[in-house]
């Protein structure tokens, strides 16, 4: 993997022999064959703690649009790969929420739209017909990489999956630290991070061969692992 900095806030990576960019919508980009890949929307996750009683703002599916409309209009992609967990719950599953996404949908016709189901899926159940999604079950070779929801080595190709939601805390000087959503690329799999808003992390805990690019202030950064001993910490 040779990265290497594109326009500004993305991050080239060659991986498996096939040029790639890392974007700070919380997507990765397959250049040759325009494809890009979000994981673990969770669309519907807000509208599920509400129907449950505990109050959580509103407005976290729109922001993700955006964020998707900025990604697929910016890389010209022709596929969107979902992986794993579009909709969070059947009790998420609201009008407003469906209302949103349809919207969105006919503001890009041209886009064909991919699911590879992850837990979440099974539960919620599949997005209705009309945003035309295909859904496929994880895990999907598309060589040479392997799709799928959770991320386990797979010896048919490298592995691009989710799941898991990373983050990182970042170290600087003077004790300053914070924590960020983050990619995470070992020798067999990619980790995305989760394209939803109201998600959270889980401390990515990398193998001593993985690269970790964090997403902060609308670039993505590598984070390199510190010098002195920082429990579960990066530096930039």
């Known amino acids: 993997m040779n990265p ?9 990576l060659e991986l498996s022999g096939e040029n790639l960019t890392l974007l700070p919508e919380r997507a990765l980009f397959w250049n040759d064959r325009r494809i890009l890949f979000v994981a673990d929307p969770h669309f519907g996750k807000a509208a599920t703690f509400r129907a449950g009683g505990i109050p959580v703002p509103s407005g976290t599916t729109g922001d993700a649009l ?15 790969v979902f992986l794993g967990d579009l909709l969070h719950a059947k009790a998420g599953r609201s009008k407003s929420m469906f209302d949103a996404l349809l ?26 017909a009309e945003l035309g999604i295909r859904c496929e079950n994880s895990p999907n070779v598309m060589p040479p990489f392997v799709l799928a929801h959770h991320p386990i080595a ?33 020798s067999e ?12 992390f889980a401390d990515a805990d990398p193998s001593d061969d993985a690269e970790v690019y964090a997403i902060a202030d609308g670039c ?3 984070a390199e692992k510190p010098r002195s001993k920082t429990p579960r910490g990066f530096e930039t």
């Open 4 to 12: 290497c900095t594109l326009g500004e806030g993305d991050v080239a």
């Open 66 to 80: 955006e964020r998707l409309t900025s990604a697929v209009t910016r890389t010209n992609a022709t596929t969107l």
């Open 103 to 128: 919207r969105w949908r006919d503001t890009k016709t041209e886009v064909e739209l991919v699911l590879v189901r992850g837990n979440h899926d099974r539960s919620a159940g599949d997005p209705p």
């Open 154 to 186: 797979d010896e048919r190709g490298y592995v691009l999956a989710g799941h898991v939601h990373p983050g990182v805390r970042l170290y600087g000087a003077g004790r300053q630290r914070v924590r960020l959503p983050c990619f995470v690329f070992s």
């Open 189 to 200: 799999v990619g980790t995305l991070p989760a394209f939803g808003d109201f998600t959270g």
């Open 220 to 222: 993505v950064i590598k």
